[in-house]
């Protein structure tokens, strides 16, 4: 589309072939005008070089210009005036000057719109104005039979050519715009399908972030996503003027399980302990597998009592849950140590830690219990 837009502009690409042919045409009917009247070589000589030389040295003119489409355009002003000096100088006959004027207000009106309309006024005029001062102003405006049919035809050679040439114009710029569509809807197609491949790369990247965030084992949310998540829960917390309870939860035994029955059967237990941790986990709550057989629940604007009787509930659930596996049924039981804040700690690794040592001292006495950082006394829904 560059390359069509600096090679295919009117004044510049048809100005050369449309001037040679105009003054071509132009040449005959004056020749013909002046030729019973007796003008002097001098007249012929300026005629030939006016009408069939000169068109050639504004081509090379333009060739030459930094700008060609402005250098076009003056060449067309130029036109004008000697033009309007031909017909003040033959005596303004009547069809060569109409034909003249014509030829020149066409061209002015198709490269400048209205404007060319008075520039190719005032060109013609100041070339007619500038004749008369050099030679006796006189009119003649009579033109035989002959130079009238010459001067027909070539208007209507002119404005055939003129046609031809616009013709030939829209039809390339039809295959420009055409070549573009297809263009458009190439690029439309290509921009469809990129658009397609990054909502595809965009749904990977969700699903390897979850994938990344995820314990494989038991589908809960893994170590790694608690790096950023319990430091926006403990602010929103804060904010908001309630507690974050943290319960850790280890599964007692779980190396005699591996030892005894295999590693199958301890992932399966393991499975089963994650999905019954997610089934009585409210909506806000983030359950995670925290290690091994250790699992960790956070418990946002939960405080201390309630989450110590639903942890005594959960120790019940476990009892009472019995984990098949090929012919094996295993019983799952837990040690639990909870921590909350601001009560036990202020931060995220104060709380982890004393839900840790609240969980050390529950498997120190005894284990399947419950017990809070603290307390003396373990919490069992049992006893």
């Keep these: 589309m560059t390359e069509f837009a600096r090679t295919h502009r009117w004044a510049v690409t048809n100005g050369y072939r449309v001037r040679i042919a ?7 009917p004056i020749g013909l005008h002046i030729w019973p009247r007796g003008y002097g070589p001098g007249v012929w000589a300026l005629l030939v070089l006016q009408f069939l030389i000169y068109p050639h040295l504004m081509h090379w003119r333009s060739r030459k210009a930094a700008d060609r489409e402005q250098s ?3 060449n067309m002003a130029v036109d004008a005036v ?3 000096a031909w017909a003040a100088g033959l005596g303004f006959p009547l069809w060569i000057s109409t034909a003249m004027f014509l030829a020149n207000l066409l061209n002015h009106t198709i490269t400048r719109g209205a404007s060319g309309v008075l520039i190719c006024l005032l060109a013609f005029a100041a070339g007619a104005l500038a004749s008369t001062t050099v030679i006796a102003f006189h009119v003649s405006t009579d033109t035989n039979g002959l130079v009238t049919l010459a001067s027909m035809i070539g208007l209507a050679g002119y404005l055939s050519l003129i046609g031809i040439e616009f013709f030939a114009y829209i039809r390339q710029l039809h295959s420009v715009q055409e070549t573009l569509d297809q263009q458009r809807k190439t690029l439309e197609g290509a921009n469809a ?3 397609d491949q990054i909502g595809k790369i965009h749904d990977l990247q969700e699903k390897l972030r979850e994938q990344a965030n995820r314990d494989s084992l038991t589908g809960l949310f893994n170590r790694r996503y608690l790096e950023g998540t319990l430091e926006r829960e403990l602010a929103r917390c804060r904010r908001e003027g309630a507690p974050l309870t943290m319960v850790l939860l280890d599964i007692d035994h779980f190396k005699l399980v591996n030892d005894t029955y295999g590693h199958q059967a301890g992932d399966e237990v ?3 302990f994650g999905r019954l941790l997610l089934e009585h986990a409210r909506i806000e709550d983030i359950v995670c597998r925290y290690g091994g057989e250790e699992f960790l629940l956070v418990l946002p604007k939960m405080p201390l009592d309630i989450a110590l009787e639903r942890a005594a509930q959960l120790l019940q659930i476990f009892r009472e849950t019995i984990v098949s596996h090929g012919d094996l049924r295993i019983r799952i039981r837990a040690s639990i140590g909870i921590a909350t804040t601001p009560e036990h ?7 982890i830690r004393c839900a840790d ?3 050390y001292q529950a498997k120190r006495r005894g284990r399947d219990l419950v017990l809070a950082y603290g307390d003396i006394a373990p919490r069992d829904s049992a006893s």
Aim: glycine share 6%.
């Design 22 to 28: 105009a003054f071509a045409l132009a040449c005959l």
């Design 72 to 74: 076009e355009l003056n």
């Design 82 to 84: 000697m033009c309007g």
């Design 193 to 195: 399908i990129l658009h």
């Design 270 to 272: 393991l499975r089963v």
């Design 345 to 351: 700690s202020d931060s995220v690794d104060g709380l």
């Design 357 to 359: 040592q609240a969980l």
